[in-house]
């Protein structure tokens, strides 16, 4: 059990820095802070977004490293053929849909 833990442990510790918990949403981007560091990203350089509601259902039939409930998945266009940089924001869904019609518009399939 110790080493299960501790792999258990490991992945907490590397998915609570991925998340972004705070975000403010407005028109010309998205202003957050992840591990004490300020982050713009501007709506013009925004690929794609991608949601999927936090029911227990879509947690349990999630795939893993596809789709994450209740995150917003922030995908960056691609710059001289690298991957476009991907960032996570834990979103409620009461959030979700104060969203502004910019966004919603942008998201590809949202998962309800």
Known sequence: MGALGTLFGLVMM?????????????????????????????????????Y???TLFNYLTSHYGSRYP??????MKQKDGKRGKVYLIKL????YNNLPK?????INYPIF
């Open 14 to 50: 590397i998915y609570w820095f991925t998340i972004i918990y705070e975000a403010v949403f407005e028109l010309s981007g998205i202003n957050a802070v992840k591990a004490n560091k300020n982050i713009y990203l501007a709506f013009n350089e925004i690929d794609e977004l991608d």
């Open 52 to 54: 999927v509601k936090p």
């Open 70 to 75: 209740g995150r917003l998945s922030i995908t």
């Open 92 to 95: 409620k869904f009461k959030d």
């Open 102 to 106: 910019k966004y919603n518009e942008k």
